[in-house]
């Protein structure tokens, strides 16, 4: 008697598997791993028809889709967990089919390339100690010194900043909000385990005219209505990340 294969999971028992497996887990670094392995099984048309459901869902408020959405949003190295050849098809299948949303999710930027001098400028305006300094009083206990180092503008001084456990949450809201930041900063608060996943941290993160477009446009699809509002009518965003916005909200075309 020939036993028949298993059939491959629907996109829509795929969103249900994968919002049921991160409800079970609180930790970052499982939720992460699960996101790889079930991204890994996605073939070109089911990852259009799945991304584009878990979107669907995550924006009519289902809570558990925006958890996944908003996992996705905030490390985009997931997708590489999904060989080459099928991202770059799912990616002209969702292009073809209108998807924008998914396309952007499919999108990876190549390597970072060398920071230029001034984007690696130890500079900073309220200490005048070597980065080496900086981040060893990053590590103290100092809440003087760690206010002031919340202004710091070497993103290897902010690294060391976000673990320590004295921060709390205004702090790294406060780094996220700063205006002008230097990139890598954000940077590294976009990709930080515990506090990318703060929502006030992300909101920060995404109105900050500063952030380079390749975050924003992973975050900004994770905000509420009212600051999609905000950053669709910030004139110091870009226009890229604005109109992006307002698509988001339905007052434009993507």
């Known amino acids: 008697m020939r ?24 930790e970052r670094a499982m939720r992460l791993a699960i996101l790889r392995e079930m991204l890994s099984t996605l073939d070109g048309d089911r990852a259009v028809s799945a991304l584009g459901l878990l979107h669907d869902r995550a924006t009519s408020g289902h809570a558990s889709a925006r958890v996944v959405i908003q996992e996705l949003a905030l490390d985009a190295d997931l997708f590489l967990a999904m060989p080459y050849p099928v991202r770059s098809v799912a990616y002209t299948k969702a292009c073809r089919a209108g998807r924008h949303e998914v396309a952007r999710m499919l999108l990876i930027g190549g390597a970072k390339a060398n920071p230029t001098v001034a984007e690696a400028s130890t500079d900073n305006d309220y200490a005048s100690e070597s980065v ?33 456990p004295i921060l709390v949450e205004r702090d790294v809201v406060k780094i996220a909000a700063m205006r002008p930041t230097r990139p890598d900063v954000l940077r590294e608060i976009a990709t930080h385990r515990k506090w990318a996943s703060r929502y ?16 924003a446009r992973r975050l900004v699809p994770s905000l509420l209505k009212q600051d999609l509002r905000t950053v669709a009518q910030a004139g110091s965003i870009p226009e890229e ?9 339905g007052g434009g075309k993507d």
Request: hydrophobic letters at 35%; one cysteine or more; a positive charge.
């Open 3 to 26: 036993v028949s294969e298993p059939q491959e999971p629907t996109a829509a028992e795929w969103v249900s598997r994968v919002e049921r497996r991160l409800r079970s887990v609180s």
């Open 132 to 164: 080496g300094e900086r981040c060893s009083a990053a590590r103290g206990r100092d809440r003087n010194k760690l206010d002031r180092l919340l202004h710091d503008r070497d993103y290897r001084v902010i690294r060391v900043l976000l673990e320590n």
């Open 200 to 215: 006030a941290v992300r909101k920060a993160i995404g109105v900050n005219p500063h952030t380079p477009p390749s975050i």
């Open 241 to 249: 990340i604005r109109a992006l916005a307002r698509s988001l909200l």
